[in-house]
Each structure stands twice: as structure tokens, then as C-alpha cells.
């Protein structure tokens, strides 16, 4: 049964939604309180789609958080374990934020856009909250708000060339995880050659609705020899590559080294944020638990929530997302395995959710 979602200005539509709605979005998800869509064709038409041509996708919930003032880079640091001390002006770092206990409380984009100027390209948790508490306890001087930036990204291997049209030659230049700002209309256009899809291409953050509209009608109209469509990010696709989903596959219940980001955390004794001793212990301790692969005699697979696992009639862990893959011929999952447990490549009958299925662990990213 098709359940719909009652909308609501709570639950909020985004600057695309009307045109995602002409062109049949099937699907969709909630995500830092705004819908997304979740599949087009169905997630099999639609990932296959992905991996041949482009797409462009409504991904206006990744919010940014924007710190502004005196005492933001110190906001910035203070949240989140990644060294960004020497932050660039012109890259993306993915850094985890984390609490006091080292915990993680998102997986966010981080930019320094400007002097004293900082955006926090969020997921799926409410870190503008986090960020508001931790600058009134501290007396920060820093100004947080959630501008009207609303993300369009450009994805697939016809992405470049859809984005030259569009942006001219230029465009090809930009480097992974670099962003510049360059002209649409006549108005500047912060792009980043990024997005939540192992497939390359752009994203685009949109500040004015109007230009963001006109430019989605731009990118599906000079695309249709590409086969552009509109897209969203894919489960199948996400899941195959390794691109892990906080909220899914982490949790606040869970540290950094526990989800594999061992490069994303910075023990440099220069920085401080907090949660740091915490995951020093750890670090020298060693993680009891931590995120890996499991591949899964199974046609088909739909989590809802988390399933145990057991081995021998012991419990294990717990798979936390997973998927049919056409092109692995076989389910895939993420779980969080105790590590005194992990054993890659044996095949062994593991009962998860109380159903025998034959499993081989993996690390991530899945490879064939
Ligand atoms: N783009 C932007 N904002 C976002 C996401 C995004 N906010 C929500 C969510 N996605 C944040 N999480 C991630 C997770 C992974 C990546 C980006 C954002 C990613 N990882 C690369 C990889 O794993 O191959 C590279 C990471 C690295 O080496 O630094 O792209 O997608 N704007």
C-alpha cells in the first residue's frame, strides 16, 4: 500500500518540490525536517539510470548550519574531531561531529566560505541546537543560522558535460572536494565537485529560489540527449559504494572509530575539541565493535530497523541497512559487528533477525 505524507510548512517542501512532482517523483523520505524524494523508477531503474548517465537531484535537506563571526572557526573545531586548523577556503572536508563522550551527532560537509564565515552542510540531525547550546554556555561570539541555500546536485558519469553546457569550460577544471563560485544568469553560484553518489559530479548551492528554478529547468533542458532525469541519492548505489548514512548506519550511540572514519579523527595535541580523551582511550585501546560489510544469500532485503545477528547462538551485532544489488547478484549490508567476531571472506550461516542466511564479511567499500 502507497502511504502518504500529509504535508505542512513543519515539514517542509523545498524550492524544487513542484518540479520533481511534474516530472513523477514515486517516493519520499524525511530528512532535517523537509522532504526528499527516495526513488523515481523504482531504486533498481533508477541506480542502473545513475551509473549510465545524469541525474539532478532535489537535495535541499542538506542544510547548512552557518557560523558567522569572531569566534566561528573555534565553534567549528570545538564540534567536530577532523584537524581544521588549516582549513581551505576553496575545500570540502567531511569531519564528524561529535559530543562530549565522542559520540557522533552527524557526518556533515564542512566549508569555510568566507572571513570568519563557516558552513556545516548537514545531515539528517539537529546540529544548529547543538551548535546554539555549546555557544551560550561558552559566551561565543558567533551568529548561527540556516540560510536559504537550497543544494541541487548533478550526478553520473554525464555529469561534466551537463555541467559544461550549462557553466562553460571551466566547470571541468574543479577538483574533488574543491568549490568555487561561478555565474548562472548572472549570478554567482557556490559549486563543489561533490555529492552522495559514487558516480562523480556537482553540487550546487542555490541561495535565491527563482535562479535555483530556472537553473533545474537549465540543466533538464539542455541534457536530453544525456538522458538527464531527475534523481535523488540511491540506496542501492550508496550501499554498494560504502557511502554511509548517519542515522542508518551510524548512530549516536556510536564513535568515529567504531564507524571506520579513523582518517576523519585528528589526535594532532595542537587541537582541542570535545570528546577528544575519550577517543584517545579508545584509539589506544582498540574499538570492541565496529562497521563492515556483509554480503547476503538473499533475493531481496528492506530495513526498517535494526535486525540482531547471531553466530553460533551468540549475538554479534546488528545489521543496520542493506539492499538487493542487481549488479552483485546478492543482498548487501552494513552492520556493526563485535570485532572479536569479524572473519573476512569465510562464508558462514549467521541468523539474522532469526532467519539462517549465508554471509561473507567484507570490508567496505563492497567489491565484487
Ligand atoms: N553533500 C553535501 N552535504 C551532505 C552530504 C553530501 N550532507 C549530508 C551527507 N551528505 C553528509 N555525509 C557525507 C558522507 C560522505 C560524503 C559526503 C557527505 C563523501 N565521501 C567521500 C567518499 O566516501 O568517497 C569522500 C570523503 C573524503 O575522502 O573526504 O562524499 O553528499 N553537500
Request: aromatic fraction near 10%; include cysteine.
Amino acid at each position: 500500500m502507497n502511504h502518504l505524507i500529509a504535508k505542512s510548512a513543519r515539514l517542509r517542501s523545498t524550492p524544487y518540490t513542484k518540479r520533481i512532482e511534474k516530472y513523477g517523483v514515486q517516493s519520499y523520505t524525511v530528512y532535517n525536517h523537509m522532504i526528499l524524494p527516495a526513488s523515481f523508477k523504482g531504486i533498481e531503474e533508477d541506480c542502473l539510470h545513475l551509473k549510465n548517465n545524469v541525474q539532478v537531484w532535489d537535495v535541499s535537506v542538506e542544510r547548512q548550519v552557518q557560523f558567522k563571526g569572531p569566534d566561528a572557526a573555534k565553534l567549528t573545531q570545538l564540534i567536530t574531531c577532523r584537524d581544521l586548523s588549516n582549513a581551505k577556503d576553496y575545500l570540502c572536508y567531511y569531519a564528524p561531529i561529535i559530543d562530549e563522550k565522542g559520540k557522533i551527532l552527524n557526518d556533515p560537509l564542512i566549508m569555510k566560505v568566507g572571513d570568519d564565515t563557516w558552513w556545516l552542510s548537514i545531515a539528517d540531525s539537529d546540529i544548529l541546537l547543538y551548535a546554539k547550546g555549546i555557544t551560550i554556555g561558552m559566551n561565543l561570539d558567533v551568529e548561527i543560522s540556516e540560510p536559504n541555500v537550497n543544494i541541487l546536485a548533478v550526478q553520473g558519469p554525464k555529469s561534466f558535460d551537463l555541467m559544461e553546457r550549462v557553466f562553460g569550460e571551466e566547470i571541468k577544471k574543479l577538483k574533488f572536494f574543491n568549490f568555487k563560485r561561478y555565474e548562472f544568469q548572472g549570478h554567482k553560484l557556490l559549486i563543489a565537485r561533490s555529492g552522495w553518489s559514487k558516480q562523480g559530479g556537482f553540487e550546487i548551492y542555490v541561495d535565491d529560489d527563482e535562479v535555483g528554478l530556472n537553473l533545474y529547468d537549465s540543466l533538464i533542458n539542455n541534457g536530453e540527449d544525456l538522458n538527464v532525469r531527475p534523481g535523488c541519492p540511491n540506496l542501492i548505489e550508496r550501499i554498494e559504494g560504502g557511502l554511509l548514512s548517519f542515522g542508518n548506519d551510524m548512530t549516536m550511540e556510536d564513535t568515529p572509530l567504531e564507524c571506520s572514519l579513523n582518517p576523519f579523527v585528528s589526535f594532532n595535541p595542537d587541537i582541542n575539541y570535545l570528546g577528544k580523551s575519550i577517543l584517545e582511550k579508545q584509539n589506544r585501546e582498540g574499538v570492541q565493535r565496529s562497521l563492515i560489510g556483509l554480503k547476503l544469500k538473499l533475493d531481496n532485503l528492506t530495513i526498517t530497523k535494526y535486525l540482531p545477528i547471531q553466530l553460533d547462538g551468540q549475538f554479534i551485532g546488528e545489521l543496520r541497512s542493506g539492499c538487493f544489488s542487481p549488479d552483485f547478484g546478492c543482498c548487501l549490508g552494513i552492520a556493526m559487528i563485535q570485532t572479536k567476531f569479524q572473519n573476512f571472506n569465510e562464508v558462514k550461516t549467521l541468523l539474522i533477525d532469526n532467519l539462517e542466511v549465508q554471509s561473507q564479511m567484507t570490508s567496505l567499500p563492497f567489491s565484487k
